[in-house]
């Protein structure tokens, strides 16, 4: 799993921060955020989806899609799991 901060959405609220403080670091200049490192290792995972679920920006990014088009992914699952 990979996350980073897309600088064009984040507003610095600093939720990502307080939610997982070993994963997220704010700019001192301008209270951005920004990823401490793009592979999330596996005691973060959770962490970081909370993270990206609070953002109110969507600015989290992981794996390459927002939170946006993962809880779509995970609405799919529950789907599937509803038909069989
Ligand atoms: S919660 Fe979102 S908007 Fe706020 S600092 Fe973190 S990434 Fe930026």
Do not use: Y
Not at 46 to 60: D, F, G, K, M, T
Request: aromatic residues 2%; hydrophobic residues 35%; proline residues 5%.
């Amino acid at each position: 799993m990979k996350v980073h901060v897309d600088p064009q959405r984040c507003q610095g609220h600093t939720l990502c921060a307080m939610i997982a403080p070993d994963m997220f670091t704010l700019s001192d200049l301008d209270g951005t955020s920004s990823a401490m490192c793009d592979v999330v290792p596996s005691d973060q995972e959770e962490l970081v989806q909370e993270a990206a679920r609070s953002c109110p920006e969507q600015a989290i990014v992981i794996d390459g899609t927002t939170n946006e088009s993962s809880e779509a992914t995970i609405g799919r699952e529950k789907t599937w799991e509803t038909m069989s």
